[in-house]
């Protein structure tokens, strides 16, 4: 197996770019369809390209009126290769607002198969960030 954890983390890098652009389109690209979201509260399947811009322009207005302006990673990524097609992002992230105030925090892991050369997101999973110790 070719060591592809740098690869893992450059696109996710990518994607979280993406997200704080607060535009679902940004997104689309960097999930693989069928795709899952899961929180505490909810499972989301996605399996076509307007039902990931329909979950994430939901996602993404509720964030545009806390005035967000950024999520950003506390610590460090935890990239774990699980064969030359499979991967997993674990990690934690705070999001801000304008004025650089906490909106919410939380844990996620995010399970990506590698596609025609590019990895995709197949399952997100948010979680507290407590369950990362």
């Known amino acids: 197996m070719q060591d592809q954890r740098e690869d893992i983390q450059k696109t996710f890098g990518e994607y979280l770019l993406a ?8 997104v689309k690209s960097f999930l693989h369809l069928p795709s899952i979201l899961m929180t505490s509260g909810q499972v989301i399947v996605m399996h076509k390209t307007d039902e990931v811009l329909g979950v994430f322009n939901v996602l993404m207005e509720s ?3 806390k005035n967000f302006a950024e999520s950003k990673l506390i610590g460090s990524l935890q990239i774990t290769q ?11 992230a705070k999001r801000f607002d304008k004025k650089d105030q ?6 996620f892991t995010y399970t990506m198969r590698k596609v025609e050369d590019k990895w ?7 979680h507290d960030p407590e369950t990362l110790t």
């Open 120 to 126: 995709k997101i197949i399952a997100g999973v948010l």
């Open 82 to 92: 699980l064969s030359d097609n499979q991967g997993l992002v674990i990690g934690a």
């Open 63 to 65: 964030l545009k009126l």
């Open 19 to 26: 997200f704080n652009t607060l535009k679902p389109t940004e």
């Open 102 to 107: 906490e909106i919410e925090h939380f844990g």
